[in-house]
């Protein structure tokens, strides 16, 4: 099933390689969190406190409302979430250099460990799976999880030949 005025092959667009494509991100999401979510409820924890150690870890000094646009859920929910990882000591938060109204989230000693220990596997994973695919499969990837997410979240991944400039 060619598209002869293109050339290009539209199998991957049928209904059953659609509904296969949302399978599989269900499954893969279910394997990627398991283990984060076992380490995760020794501490009574669930995936939003994992949200907020692993963005505040990638983005030290950012702010509650920074973190808020990042993760998009409700000020009350975060709260609740920073609330528990201030008190066990997870997080710090600092008034801001300029502005002392805001609140700027780094982790602890304790949190980067924590952070490193839930991202280990996750890490482990992708790169099992990016090995076995290949490059030219991990750029495809890249390319459709950005075609997925928003256009605002979207630019926060540079180009792959901006990304290599700027290593370079």
Request: hydrophobic residues 40%.
């Amino acid at each position: 099933m060619t598209d002869i005025k293109s050339g290009v092959n539209l199998l991957f667009l049928r209904e059953e390689e659609l509904r296969q494509g949302i399978e599989l991100l269900y499954f893969a999401y279910r394997d990627f969190t398991a283990e984060p979510d076992a380490i995760l409820a020794e501490y009574g924890f669930g995936r939003a406190h994992h949200r907020v150690v692993y963005f505040v870890g990638r983005n030290a000094g950012t702010t509650v409302s920074e973190l808020l646009g990042t993760l998009r859920i409700t000020k009350q929910s975060l709260s609740r979430v920073l609330s528990q990882l201030l008190r066990e000591g997870i997080i710090v938060q600092k008034p801001g250099l300029r502005d002392r109204r805001q609140r700027l989230l780094e982790l602890t000693p304790k949190g980067i460990e924590l952070e490193r220990v839930l991202t280990e596997s996750q890490r482990a994973r992708f790169a099992r799976a990016y090995r076995e695919a290949g490059a030219e499969a991990v750029e495809g990837f890249r390319k459709v999880m950005l075609e997925l997410i928003n256009e605002t979240d979207r630019r926060r991944f540079p180009s792959r030949g901006a990304e290599l400039r700027k290593r370079g």
